[in-house]
């Protein structure tokens, strides 16, 4: 079974979002830890200097304001760095048309600059989304394939329970097909 598809500009942002958030797990707990960690450094300063008590709250709507900013900021850089390949892409093929095949083996990955075979046991987590179709492998690399790249839904359906089928140790995630 194949399919073909092509990332436009939402698309890439969203699978980027996804590695960011997903992949990299430790991006809103790292700015949990540094919202706290400047919030206590601000209330024991504020201890020992013995500010009035609205200080505090001063204090205290600044960490959660250092929170939210951290999270905007990663948001807005990949927002930007899909903009910069989206840029390249039409001087050069950045992103090209892939095609996804299951074969009885092993997943063929094709583009026009390479092709590889992925072993079904080197797939680490298959999960669904409202968008996405996302297949992580053991040796950190990751498949998007968008939704609206099958014809319908049926195809869909048959993929996504052919690839679970050949992915039994993989945790499927996301997925009302069987």
């Known amino acids: 079974m194949k399919i073909t598809y092509k990332f436009d500009e939402k698309e890439l942002f969203d699978f980027n979002m996804f590695r960011a958030m997903r992949k990299n797990s430790n991006t809103i707990p790292r700015a949990i830890f540094i ?25 205290t709507a600044a960490a959660v304001l250092l929170f ?35 074969e009885d083996d092993y997943l063929e990955v094709y583009t026009v600059t390479r092709t590889s075979e992925i072993g079904y046991e080197d797939v680490e987590r298959v999960e669904m989304t409202k968008q996405f179709l996302y297949i992580l492998l053991t040796e950190n690399g990751e498949l998007g ?25 993989a945790v499927h995630v996301g997925i009302p097909y069987s």
């Open 35 to 59: 919202s706290c960690g400047y919030l206590a450094v601000l209330l024991l300063i504020g201890y020992w200097v013995k500010f009035p008590w609205w200080v505090y709250l001063i204090f």
């Open 68 to 102: 939210f900013g951290m999270i905007w900021f990663t948001r807005n850089r990949m927002k930007h760095s899909v903009r910069v390949l989206m840029y390249r892409q039409s001087k050069e093929d950045i992103m090209p048309q892939t095609t996804l095949t299951l």
């Open 145 to 169: 394939v968008p939704l609206r790249a099958f014809d319908d839904e049926d195809a869909k359906r048959q993929f996504i329970t052919r690839l679970k089928a050949k992915t039994t140790k």
